[in-house]
């Protein structure tokens, strides 16, 4: 009787698929789907590595601090990174005069103390970095409607994290002739920027970073990929500043395991050797 | 409980002698894995997945009652104290990865237990029981683990959690109300939140009192064994203790190196990238996919996409839930009196299309909802419910199996007589 039942309601559920296969498959077949241009001319990412990829990844501290002055002087402007204490700056290979110095360089809210009114007051170490804007219709506001997101977690919230922040900040590029031939239709509003990175080619962000804009203290020459690339090395610290310590306690631990593995299966061997089948004498 | 030749309790220090006539704890442990339970000698390491799964029960319930010291199921600052984890606490990365690694460590093992009863028969008679809560199981571990998921209150925390409540909504005339009652609100919010937190923290150990219903009911008939041949003599047993501690002691060794390597150096390989982005519900992700251990039963889901009698979301809802609640029906659909799918050389061919099947729903369900994907999934979800409800009853009742051994130790050791059974009994 279950059996009846069962194979009843089997064919049920496999008629009502069916069905949706067949519906699907006609459709499919009578009306191609409309090829677009953000199917045809996204781009994946460039292929670019970093210090920190791989099972043997670091940090390179110098690449990072590059990287911050790139983050203040230039994405400071419209992005916070609001997870990210100035005290943890220290991590890029600063002393702590030195981050006391770095953290009152930024101007944070503030209370004054006589009248207990908002004021601002230089940023102390315990501090987390102040946002540009006081609120998200501020941010809209100054950004054509977009708002920028705040970097603290933005290589671990996109896939291909670094590279894709590095091929996006490079990736800026006039329209291909034979999209606009392909897509008439398709343009870039004002105010918005051509990028074939960005997953649907026009983004609110203007191209931000430009040849020598910033001066190294290191003496690096500030070309936009040198800068692009320090600013993703450094947002991947911010991301993931125990990044360094995961990869070196993983070592520790699968070193451990892999003599924990070998002795478990000499104990197995060893206590299962009087059953093994012993060959006919 | 048990066979009549297992070893008998016999404590001999003072100490345990007196603990045995308080309160037999002792006993209790030596009786249902120690030396006092005999097993059959011939468990593969496809027998290693039960014992593994209880050590991912226990995993995920001490990581996640420390997780749980450190976060705040609030709606305002629930995504902060997850970071305030991984940047402030000490260890609290790893706390972390282990928790949600950890889930997905256990759905594998989980996945591997299941399709080992698949395939030996292990729902069979007189094992029903044991099947059944172990579905049970399943279900429990399925629900906590999409409350879990909401937790971190990212974007797919958030539309996940929209999702997959707003399939009751596909229940006719009280759906709406259901759905908002479950949710204590229209959309997911702190309410929603707060509910998901106290069920996720209560759910394991429901979850901890139905396994132990699981083993108990085991241990009435042991454990079935590769070649679905019952246990007939002493020879067909070993115990426990300490054979079988030995095996799963190396099995587990192999699962650490495994699940480590997964924790420490691709943490987020399992995870989605949006789920760092904080919950905003006036922003919907290009893509809405469930953690990736719900992939098969969400591309059931979607592959009822044209109403048929009854509306399209409907049927969807139904056959998610049926491709589950099928295997409650299994002992009595399959009805072949051979367990093993090694003496069964018809339900063998299919058992390898049904792996074969589950692989594509695997990877459809985390597809984009789209052609070709979707006519895939339809063919593939057909097949499903007609492996179960269809073909498995008729195998069964058309099957010629093969032969089988006389006993376990004839399997074994290819005699049954005395002398190789004595030569190799373990010393007693
Ligand atoms: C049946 C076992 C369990 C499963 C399958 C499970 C699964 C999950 C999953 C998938 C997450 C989301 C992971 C993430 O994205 O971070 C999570 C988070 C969480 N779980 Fe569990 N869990 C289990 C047991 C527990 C227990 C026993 C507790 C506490 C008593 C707990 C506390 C937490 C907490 C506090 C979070 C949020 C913090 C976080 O996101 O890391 N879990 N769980």
């Known amino acids: ?281 | 409980m048990s066979f009549p030749w297992a070893k008998p309790y016999e404590p001999k220090a003072p100490l345990m002698r007196y603990l045995d006539e308080k309160l037999p704890l002792p006993r209790l442990v030596f009786n249902a894995i120690g030396a006092g339970y005999p097993v059959p000698r011939n468990l593969s390491y496809m027998w290693n997945f039960g014992v593994l799964a209880g050590f991912c029960l226990v995993l995920q319930i001490v990581t996640g009652i420390i997780l749980a010291m450190h976060y705040a199921p609030n709606a305002a600052v629930a995504f902060n104290s997850t970071e305030h984890i991984m940047r402030d606490v000490n260890w609290g990365w790893m706390l972390r990865y282990a928790h949600a690694n950890g889930a997905s460590a256990f759905f594998v093992v989980i996945y591997l237990h299941i399709f080992r009863g698949f395939f030996y028969g292990s729902y069979k008679p007189p094992r029903e029981m044991v099947w059944l809560l172990g579905v049970v199981i399943f279900l429990l571990l399925m629900a906590t683990a999409f409350m879990g998921y909401v937790l971190p209150w990212g974007q797919m925390s958030f539309w996940g959690a929209k999702v997959i409540t707003g399939l009751f909504g596909a229940i006719p005339l009280v759906g709406e109300p259901l759905q908002i009652w479950l949710l204590g609100g229209f959309a997911p919010d702190n309410a929603a939140l707060n509910r998901f937190f106290s069920l996720h923290y209560l759910l394991p150990f429901v979850i901890v009192g139905a396994v132990i219903l699981h083993i108990w009911a085991l241990h009435i008939p042991g454990s079935s064994n590769p070649t679905g041949v019952e246990v007939k003599t002493e020879s067909d047993t070993v115990p426990f203790h300490p054979y079988f501690t030995a095996k799963d002691g190396f099995g587990l060794a192999v699962f650490l190196l495994l699940y480590c390597t997964m924790l420490f150096f691709l943490p987020n390989a399992l995870g989605h990238p949006d789920n760092y982005i904080p919950a905003n519900p006036m922003a919907t992700p290009a893509h809405i996919v469930p953690e990736w251990y719900f992939w098969p039963f969400y591309a059931i889901l979607r592959a009822f996409t044209v109403d048929f009698i009854l509306p399209a979301k409907l049927w969807g809802v139904l056959a998610m839930f049926a491709s589950i609640l099928v295997w409650f029906f299994l002992p009595w659909l399959d009805k072949s009196p051979v367990r093993s799918g090694h003496y069964r050389p018809l339900f063998r061919k299919f058992f390898v299309v049904l792996v074969i099947d589950m692989g594509f729903l695997f990877w459809l369900g985390g597809a984009a909802a789209e052609e070709p994907y979707v006519m895939m999934s339809q063919i593939a979800t057909a097949y499903y419910f007609l492996h179960f409800l269809v073909i498995l009853p008729i195998i069964s009742m058309i099957e010629r199996p093969d032969p089988l051994p006389f006993s376990i130790t004839e399997a074994v050791l290819g005699s049954d007589d005395d002398k190789a059974v004595l030569a190799t009994t373990p010393a007693s």
């Open chain 1, 1 to 281: 009787m279950i059996r009846l039942i069962g194979i009843l309601v089997g064919l049920g559920f496999t008629s009502a698929v069916l069905w949706a296969f067949g519906v699907g498959a006609y459709t499919f077949a009578t009306e191609p789907a409309e090829e677009t241009a953000e199917h045809a001319f996204h781009l994946h990412p460039k292929d670019v590595s970093f210090p920190s990829d791989g099972p043997f990844g670091k940090f390179d501290r110098r690449e990072l601090q590059r990287g911050y002055q790139v983050y203040k002087e230039v994405c400071a402007a419209c992005h916070g990174l609001h997870l990210v204490a100035f005290r943890d700056l220290e991590a890029l290979g600063y002393s702590e005069a030195q981050v006391k110095a770095a953290a009152a360089e930024w101007t944070v809210p503030g209370i004054d103390p006589n009248t207990g009114e908002a004021t601002t007051r230089p940023g102390v170490p315990t501090d987390y970095f102040p946002s540009p804007y006081a609120n998200d219709t501020a941010a809209r506001a100054a950004n054509n409607n977009a708002i920028p997101p705040d970097l603290s977690l933005i290589t671990k919230a996109r896939h291909d994290g670094g590279a894709y922040l590095y091929s996006l900040l490079t990736g800026y590029s006039e329209m291909p002739a034979e999209m606009a031939a392909e897509f008439p239709e398709f343009s870039t509003p004002t105010g918005l920027y051509f990028n074939r990175y960005f997953p649907n080619l026009n983004l609110a962000m203007p191209p931000p970073l430009s040849e020598g804009q910033v001066t190294y203290a290191d003496g690096t020459e500030a070309t936009v990929e040198q800068m692009s690339k320090d600013v993703s090395a450094f947002l991947i610290w911010a991301a993931e500043p125990t990044l360094e310590k995961r990869l070196q306690t993983g070592w520790a631990v699968i070193g451990f395991l892999l003599f924990a593995t070998v002795l478990a299966w000499f104990a197995k061997q060893q206590v299962w050797a009087p059953l093994k089948p012993k060959k006919k004498a």
